[in-house]
């Protein structure tokens, strides 16, 4: 028994002097007590059997039950003057009744029905039974209630289509079944300047853009063929002459399978078209944008890329430099011990273990200058100590310098001059240490009975040195990066010691003679090296 049930049924005890309060609900099948105060329901089971039997019988009310030999019983025990008989609830489909039964004394105050008190506690009480007891029934109660407003919406059809025709901010019309106006909505006229009655009548090709006209009576004749909505964007002219570009909807209304007309809707597109153009113009800027910040999304990449690359290449510098100091430094340090431990070793001995060390000191020599070099020339302090020299005469040198180291690998080397003098105005020894350093490695990057040929050109503003060898060459993958700091072409199986500093050098010493070096290669056939350097006005003859 819910708890705010019993609570209104004891306040109901306190303003009616009531003894017993029942609350009986009863149907065709059974009665049953839902709520008491008093003494205990068992004391009325003869009563709630005889109300049961009058319920299905005759039908309950006030007088009947009282004269109930039960009821009386019942009165009698309790000494009351009154039974008192409220139906709080009922429900005809299930002919189900919720009866509160009052045993009281004193008639007046439960019969006067104005007591607003009272009044007011069965309503609340009325109500508490409706929700714990019925619930889907007040549900019920509001479906069809709003069933029957749905029906009566319904009913009203034809005022509520034109309730949406007035409230409507697209044309909606009806046409005939030749295609004329029968009615526009007021919105609809006045998107094209008209009062709604100057459109009745006219066929709705006239309002269309001339040059318009026969797609838009393509599309009107598909739809007259099929059943289907069809959709058509156009462009409507209005009074005053103005283009409206609208999107057409409509679909044919049939009666007895006839054609009787058609329905349609206009959406003005008139914003929307704007909303495109200005997308239209924008469209450019955006894609520049997009070309921008991918263009600067991939110079970040590579200058990440860059850095990782550099940092890669250090790493193998350092590991590259220290085998380079270490093998010359192994030959010195070994054939000199080896002289002095050993006093009586023959003259001609250590006069050949002094040139080994002799050669291998230059080779280190070399090394820590270029490297020395280098770091001038990232710090910007390698500067030019120009003089005039003659420059065949130069390479010549160069060349007979490094036939011995050639002829030990089986290599030709040769010198082929210019028919003219050739004088330059440069830093000699910066000029030598270049050339060295390529023709260096033509000789160690070209397998025995290989050739070299170093081939000067004398041009008009310039001269040109070319070296070229008919070694292993560089992968065209790896050419653009050979005058990069560190870098070394990678030959797997096949590795040849290196520091990846050379050609950074060459590089620098031609850029700041304001030449130009460019290299040739083919991968298995030869390397070809060409220097451009600038003539000088102080070039003797
Ligand atoms: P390294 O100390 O490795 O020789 P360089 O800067 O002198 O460094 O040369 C860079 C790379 O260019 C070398 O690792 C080599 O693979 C390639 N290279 C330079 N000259 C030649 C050549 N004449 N033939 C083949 N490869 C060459």
């Excluded at 991939?298 to 250090?314: F, G, T």
């Excluded at 160690?444 to 041009?459: A, C, M, P, Q, Y």
């Excluded at 005058?483 to 072409?489: A, E």
Aim: glycine fraction near 4%; aromatic fraction near 8%.
């Amino acid at each position: 028994m819910p708890d705010q049930i019993e609570n209104t049924i004891r306040i109901l005890t306190r303003i009616t002097n009531g003894k017993t309060i029942l609350l009986l609900k009863v149907n065709n099948f059974e009665i049953s007590v839902l709520s008491f105060v008093g003494d205990s329901p068992e004391k009325y089971i003869q009563f709630n059997s005889s109300l049961f039997q009058l319920y299905k019988s005759s039908g309950v009310d006030s007088v009947s039950v009282e004269n109930l030999p039960e009821c009386k019983a019942v009165m009698n025990e309790l000494n009351s003057t009154t039974c008192f008989l409220k139906k709080i609830h009922s429900v005809s489909e299930q002919n189900e009744t919720v009866y509160l039964i009052i045993f009281a004394d004193g008639v007046n105050n439960l019969l006067d029905t104005e007591n607003d008190a009272i009044k007011s506690v069965l309503n609340v009480l009325s109500n508490q039974v409706k929700e714990n007891y019925y619930p889907s029934a007040e549900k019920f109660h509001s479906i069809s209630d709003r069933l029957i407003e749905a029906e009566t919406l319904t009913n009203n059809w034809e005022d509520n289509f034109n309730r949406l025709l007035a409230i409507s901010s697209d044309m909606i019309f009806i046409l005939d079944k030749d295609g004329c106006f029968l009615r526009v909505n007021n919105f609809g006229a006045m998107m094209l300047d008209y009062d709604e009655s100057e459109m009745i009548g006219k066929h709705f090709l006239d309002f269309v853009e001339p040059d318009k006209k026969i797609e838009v009576s393509i599309a009107f004749s598909k739809m007259l063929l099929s059943d289907r909505v069809i959709k058509i964007k156009t462009t409507l002219t209005t009074k005053l002459n103005k283009k409206v570009p609208v999107e057409v909807s409509g679909r044919t209304i049939a009666k007895n399978e006839n054609i009787v007309g058609m329905l349609g809707i206009c959406k003005d597109l008139t914003k929307l078209s704007k909303f495109e153009d200005e997308l239209k113009k924008l469209k450019p800027k955006l894609i520049e944008a997009h070309r921008l910040i991918s263009l600067e999304r991939s110079r970040k990449w590579q200058h990440n890329s860059l850095i990782e690359e550099l940092d890669r290449l250090k790493n193998e510098f350092v590991s590259n430099i220290s085998h380079e100091f270490r093998t010359p430094l192994a030959s010195i340090i070994g054939f000199s011990e080896t002289i002095v431990s050993d006093p009586d070793l023959p003259e001609e001995m250590k006069a050949e273990f002094s040139v080994v060390i002799l050669n291998e000191g230059k080779r280190l020599t070399k090394l820590i200058n270029d490297i020395l070099d280098l770091s001038k020339i990232q710090i910007g302090k390698l500067t030019l100590n120009r003089t005039t020299f003659n420059l065949a005469d130069m390479l010549n040198e160069l060349v007979e310098s490094n036939r011995q180291l050639a002829e030990e690998k089986h290599l030709t080397i040769e010198f082929e001059n210019s028919k003219e003098e050739t004088f330059l105005d440069a830093d000699r020894e910066k000029i030598v240490q270049a050339f060295e350093s390529i023709i260096n490695n033509a000789i160690k990057f070209t397998n025995e009975d290989g050739r070299i040929k170093v081939i000067l050109n004398n041009l008009s503003d310039e001269v040109e040195v070319i070296i070229s060898d008919t070694g292993i060459g560089i992968p065209e993958k790896d050419l653009p990066y050979i005058f990069q700091k560190f870098y070394r072409v990678s030959r797997p199986g096949t590795e040849i010691p290196g520091t990846g500093i050379g050609l950074v050098f060459v590089k620098q010493i031609i850029d700041l003679h304001k030449g130009l070096i460019s290299v040739q290669s083919e991968l298995g056939n030869g390397t070809t090296f060409i220097i451009r350097l600038l003539k000088n006005i102080r070039i003797k003859k």
